[in-house]
């Protein structure tokens, strides 16, 4: 696509016909910058339709951020997607990363997404170092939702979020790269040249831990919208 924001007007297309089909589709939703343009893009295609039954589960969370911190996921999933979509909080889940309950909390996301039946459509954004929810290098295919060490690359990358990198959290509970698979649709979304190179070993590379968003070439139905930066490396 041109830029970004066809690519949000392409995807949230997708997601209001989802919605006008089953109004209690199930959507897998990513934080980060990417998304955002989907978000952006939802509100007026949402009008006339019933979103009061939609459910959601965000991919990752930080690990003993404060709950109240602007940026934790939590906050930016209610800030960016909850409200100016009009959904419901309670039909809206983020992992736990709360450190009280941090052992059984992978377990607990899993339960709940089954429960649910399963992601229909899950957008993804990749790390500049492949990785897809935060899954980093080195992720097993088959993990589930669990407790992962954030890359000193992806804690620089995100430290635009925060006031310095030494605020950015060391870990995260993330979705897995086997809960990624079991949602029935995979959107990856990836834009600017900085993602170029992730996108090119995700898309064509070789199927590896290495590139946790290689994965995506074992699901049967993946769709990948860049624009013409992040696609510059593909052949
Ligand atoms: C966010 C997530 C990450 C981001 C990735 C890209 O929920 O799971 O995989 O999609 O870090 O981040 P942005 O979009 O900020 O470049």
Redesign the pocket.
């Known amino acids: 696509v041109p830029d970004a924001a066809t690519a949000g007007a392409l995807v949230a297309d997708e997601i209001a016909a989802l919605i006008a089909a089953d109004p209690e589709v199930v959507l897998g939703?990513?934080?980060?910058?990417?998304?955002?343009p989907v978000y952006q893009a939802l509100p007026a295609r949402l009008a006339g339709l019933d979103v009061s039954r939609v459910r959601g589960f965000?991919?990752?969370e930080y690990v003993g951020i404060d709950p109240a911190h602007p940026e934790s996921?939590r906050n930016v999933i209610r800030r960016e997607v909850v409200e100016p979509l009009g959904l419901d909080p309670e039909r809206i889940q983020v992992p736990n990363g709360a450190l009280e309950t941090i052992e059984h909390a992978g377990d607990d996301y899993e339960a709940a997404i089954a429960a649910a039946g399963g992601v229909e459509l899950q957008i993804?954004?990749?790390?500049?170092d492949g990785?897809?929810?935060?899954?980093e290098p080195g992720s097993s295919f088959a993990s589930s939702t669990r407790v992962k060490t954030l890359t000193a690359q992806?804690r620089q990358?995100?430290a635009r979020f925060f006031d310095s990198i030494d605020e950015v959290p060391m870990h995260c509970i993330?979705q897995g790269l086997g809960t990624i698979l079991r949602a029935r649709h995979l959107v990856l979304?990836?834009?600017g040249e900085?993602?170029a190179e992730a996108v090119a070993g995700a898309v064509e590379g070789a199927v590896t831990a290495s590139l946790p968003g290689s994965a995506i070439q074992l699901h049967p139905r993946v769709s990948v919208v860049v624009d013409e930066a992040a696609a510059s490396r593909l052949r």
């Open positions: 939703l990513a934080t980060g910058s990417t998304p955002l965000a991919l990752d996921y993804l954004g990749i790390g500049t990785h897809i929810g935060f899954n992806t990358d995100n993330t979304l990836a834009f900085g993602k």
